[in-house]
């Protein structure tokens, strides 16, 4: 039988008494550490929130204008492709060509390959920059008076700020695809 009594065969416990901590300020630092970041958070939404980005639309009214640019754009880039107009049509030759609303509204021919029409406060315009496809764009009348005071000092072939591609020209939001500005 054994021996129980034999201290040398015994394992001995050891008691290592852990003393009560104060969870009540464990739980203080972890909800001012939680609403810090959520403060945070929020602050960093309502920056990026409240960014200026206020888009400029052109006006409704001028919506089917715009379009029937558009259309026109499409039509006029055919035609020069089966070689009825010129690859720098004249105003003459769009209303000869019946093309729509060259033949219901008053546009000017304002350079090579550039037509404008004042409307309410509103330029528009159907311009082909370089080597780009026809464009519709758009600028508030008064965006452009500070350029053409300035029209004397710029090359003969650019004298018409209305031709050019600044910024104050912009691609008509709901026809535009990847530019939002020239």
């Excluded at 008064?142 to 031709?163: I, P, V």
């Amino acid at each position: 039988m054994p021996n129980f009594n034999n201290q040398a065969h015994q394992t001995q416990v050891v008691r290592e008494v852990i003393p009560l901590t104060d969870s009540h300020k464990e739980n203080r630092y972890f909800f001012l550490t939680l609403i810090g970041i959520l403060l945070s958070a929020a602050l960093l939404l309502w920056f990026t929130g409240h960014k200026d980005h206020h888009t400029i639309r052109l006006p409704n009214h001028l919506s089917n204008l715009a379009t029937q640019l558009s259309i026109a754009s499409d039509e006029l880039a055919m035609l020069q492709d089966i070689e009825i107009v010129s690859q720098q049509p004249s105003l003459t030759e769009l209303l000869d060509n019946e093309l729509a609303p060259f033949t219901a509204e008053h546009f000017e021919m304002a350079g090579e390959n550039c037509f404008v029409i004042d409307k309410q406060e509103v330029q528009l315009r159907l311009i082909k920059l370089y080597n780009e496809p026809w464009q519709v764009q758009w600028r508030e009348s008064g965006a452009h008076e500070n350029h053409e005071n300035h029209a004397d000092t710029l090359d003969e072939t650019h004298n018409d700020t209305r031709c050019q591609a600044i910024e104050e020209w912009r691609a008509v939001a709901h026809l535009a695809t990847d530019k939002s500005r020239i």
